[in-house]
């Protein structure tokens, strides 16, 4: 068969060889410990936390080993595309400030040698390496027409291939030099698919740097390698552009794996090597039937990254986290080096889970605390406050227009305090965490039996009050107040003779706090005083319970 003339039947006007094309791609130079490794998204929408967990696995084997990470964007599948979603993933990656060391802007302009780095952009390249495999007799055109109506489908579906449960070849790999020509005249549209050298009873043997050997059936499917508008399918880009672009290790996720022995059989229609694959175990939740389950975007919301910056998780708890999901050596590594940056953690693929890792969100908010401690109380202030600005606007104004106040309330039980408190996981939970800040609080609950008693007393306290400069001072005057009012200040007396007293000093405090925080619980009640100011505290110990 005249394989050559079918080729230039298909592809009159593809004139670039695949030979002048791999002059443009010269391998890359390394050292041999250097890996080269993109993350490849679909703009097929917001980012989910498994592909940005997969693109953190690649990053990171990249960093450790002062390889290069690219970004490659898969838009080749116009109908799942979404509007927006591209920049989306450029703006995750900016934030956590993930800069690719290859990648192409989205106005065009590439930074890289192996670009575009856009697949639309990359069309005559997949062309070239098809009309080589047809004009080789690798492959074929495909004339068979998408119908209409559901049983046209159907039957299309049972009767195309020449199929059992073996293979899957299709009816056009025969077709005649005349019958293409035919086609081509009548101006018909052709996909174009691999003729699979095999019958279905080969098998082959892969090795997956996560996984180990794998032995599966070979690829006895003409599957599609361009569709008929042209546009290649996932199979034939990444065969091209991971071999073109020189990646050396592909870092996908296990649902790849069932499709690796097509993809293999394509590298060798393609005379290329073979790509080194590093399938990694999807993120998982334990569902209701106590089996795990993919996390996804339909129910739980902490699917889609968007979920974590509008929380307001710090970043680098995000990628602490998701470091621990990857190796849960991490965590020993952290509780020996407590303020190391996480960058100093260094791990190799033979470190990679080979499990499912369950997501957990207490686990999260267990790193983010701890995280969130640590941050000097002035930090803390700009981070909440530029988190605000993007989040809660009206919040950034009234932390704008207070700036010293909400630096004060950031400091609290925190920068020098032996033991800063670690109740605060993400930005946006501060707010409702010391809402008697920003509002007079609502509810306030003391016993019924106290009520007079703490009205008798504050109306006291409020009579001499004067704004304290110390919390000595703050708490020396209300012991002696207390004192006065026949409350004890001694505990261990007031235990043996409770009788003697109205109560001791922590029942005045606690009229106290209730009064000024609604609550039976807060951080020091001097420094609520110095946030909240004279007038402010006045107005609320004025209470009647
Ligand atoms: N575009 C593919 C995806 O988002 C890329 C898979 C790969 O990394 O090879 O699933």
């Avoid at 030979?19 to 980012?47: C, F, H, N, W």
């Avoid at 043997?205 to 399918?233: Q, R």
Wanted: net charge negative; with cysteine.
């Amino acid at each position: 068969m005249d394989y050559k003339k079918i080729a230039e039947l298909c592809f009159p006007d593809v004139k670039l060889t695949t030979e002048e094309i791999e002059k443009r791609y010269p391998p890359r130079k390394l050292d041999g410990v250097q890996v080269v490794s993109r993350y490849a998204p679909s703009p097929t929408g917001y980012m989910h936390i498994g592909n940005f967990f997969q693109m953190f696995i690649s990053y990171n084997l990249t960093r450790v080993t002062n390889g290069i990470f690219f970004l490659r964007v898969e838009d080749t599948d116009s109908k799942r595309e979404k509007e927006g979603a591209m920049d989306v993933i450029y703006q995750i990656l900016d934030r956590f400030g993930i800069k690719p060391d290859e990648y192409q802007d989205l106005d065009g302009e590439v930074h890289g040698n192996y670009g575009p780095y856009i697949q639309s952009q990359r069309m005559e390249i997949y062309k070239a390496y098809a009309k080589k495999l047809i004009a080789e007799g690798k492959a074929f055109p495909c004339f068979c027409k998408k119908t209409e109506g559901k049983e046209d489908v159907l039957k299309l579906r049972q009767t195309k291939f020449e199929k059992d449960d073996e293979k899957e070849y299709d009816p056009c790999r025969n077709l005649t030099v005349e019958e293409v020509e035919e086609h081509i005249k009548n101006g018909d549209k052709f996909a174009v698919r691999l003729k699979t050298k095999n019958d279905g009873s080969q098998r082959i043997k892969f090795y997956d740097l996560i996984k180990g050997e794998i032995e599966a059936k070979a690829n006895a499917k003409d599957f599609v390698l361009l569709k008929n508008d042209g546009l290649p399918p996932y199979a034939f880009a990444h065969a091209i552009d991971d071999t073109l672009m020189g990646t050396t290790i592909v870092v996908r996720g296990e649902e790849y794996i069932g499709s690796t022995p097509a993809h293999l059989e394509l590298f060798d229609a393609l005379g290329f090597k073979y790509m080194t694959y590093c399938h990694n175990p999807l993120i998982c939740k334990i569902g209701e039937n106590g089996n795990r389950r993919k996390v996804s975007k339909r129910y739980d919301p902490e699917a889609d990254m968007r979920f974590y910056f509008v929380e307001g998780y710090p970043l680098d708890s995000i990628l602490e986290y998701l470091l621990n999901l990857i190796n849960s050596g991490f965590e020993q590594w952290r509780a020996k080096n407590p303020d190391a940056d996480w960058k100093e953690f260094k791990f190799g693929i033979d470190d990679i889970t080979t499990v499912a890792p369950i997501f957990d969100l207490v686990k999260l908010n267990d790193i983010s605390k701890n995280l969130i401690a640590k941050i000097p109380g002035e930090t803390l202030y700009q981070n909440w406050l530029n988190w605000a600005k993007e989040f809660d606007v009206d919040l950034a104004k009234i932390l704008e227009s207070d700036k010293d106040k909400f630096i004060k309330l950031c400091q609290m039980d925190r920068d020098g305090s032996p033991k800063p408190r670690k109740d605060i996981y993400n930005y946006s939970m501060i707010k409702k965490e010391f809402d008697y800040i920003f509002d007079k609080p609502h509810n306030f609950e003391i016993e019924d039996c106290d009520k007079e008693k703490a009205n008798e007393f504050l109306a006291e306290y409020l009579k001499n009050f004067k704004m304290p400069q110390s919390n000595e001072e703050w708490f020396n005057g209300v012991k002696e107040l207390a004192s006065q009012m026949e409350y004890a200040t001694d505990n261990k007396l007031y235990k043996q003779n409770p009788e003697m007293f109205k109560g001791n000093t922590a029942k005045v405090c606690e009229f106290i706090r209730v009064a000024l925080t609604g609550r039976k619980n807060s951080p020091t009640l001097y420094t609520i005083m110095t946030i909240l100011g004279e007038d402010e505290v006045k107005a609320r110990l004025n209470k009647k319970f």
